[in-house]
């Protein structure tokens, strides 16, 4: 089975600032996707963002970035300007066609933002 | 706008009951899953199923089975409702390749 990590249990973040975290996974496989997703305090899972491994560029949606390390096999989340809302559970997330098409998860990074 | 939806947002079943959990995708997803997530486990996948009446077992299935006799539709079943099943159930659903989306998960306590 994959591996992924996610290091930080708890971020905080000053609103307006901008916070990164962080997910490393472990793989052989050269051909997979790599997603980051929120879930908001008793609220739906929701796709944030993603990313496809043989795409050197990285992903961006409005305020959400990735920086995408293939070679480190780092796959990190920034949100700039950071809002109240985006104060949720960041979970980032692996998925090879190889390995079964399941997903693999990290454990997760709780985000508080400070007003 | 898609959709995923389950059938029940709280469940609060006894110990020993057959318990059944619906969840439905409304857009013609090959790909659907069940997961569960307890505080500090993150998400730990029970069952997935990649086609009708095709299913997969994950890391964790045992006490559960599932159904998929419609495309649309999965089903995860705990044959006999233990105290260790208490937890959010998640249901997702996905493109060969796409990422995926969840429904409102049940969170299903067992007395």
């Known amino acids: 089975a994959q591996t992924v990590t996610q290091s930080q249990p708890e971020m905080s973040v000053q609103e307006a600032e901008t916070v990164t975290l962080s997910c490393t996974y472990d793989?052989?496989?050269?051909?997979?996707?790599l997603f980051w997703y929120k879930q908001p305090p008793s609220r739906q899972m929701i796709l944030v963002i993603r990313q496809e491994a043989y795409k050197q560029q990285n992903a961006t949606e409005n305020r959400f970035s990735v920086n995408f390390q293939k070679a480190a096999k780092s796959f990190s989340l920034k949100i700039s300007d950071s809002q109240l809302g985006d104060a949720a559970m960041y979970f980032c997330a692996y998925r090879s066609p190889l390995s079964g098409n399941q997903f693999y998860f990290g454990t997760g990074t709780s985000l508080t933002v400070i007003p | 706008d898609v959709k995923v939806t389950q059938s029940s947002r709280y469940l609060v079943k006894r110990t020993g009951e057959k318990v059944f959990l619906e969840c439905v995708q409304d857009m013609d997803h090959e790909n659907m899953f069940w997961y569960r997530q307890d505080p500090g486990l993150g998400l730990r996948l029970i069952y997935f199923s990649y086609d009708v009446k095709m299913k997969e077992k994950g890391d964790i299935p045992e006490g559960y089975s599932v159904s998929r006799e419609k495309k649309e539709r999965f089903s995860l079943i705990l044959e006999s409702a233990s105290t260790n099943q208490t937890s959010m159930y998640l249901c997702a659903s996905s493109t060969q390749r796409g990422g995926q989306y969840f429904g409102p998960g049940t969170r299903l306590t067992v007395l």
């Open positions: 793989t052989s496989e050269s051909d997979y996707y």
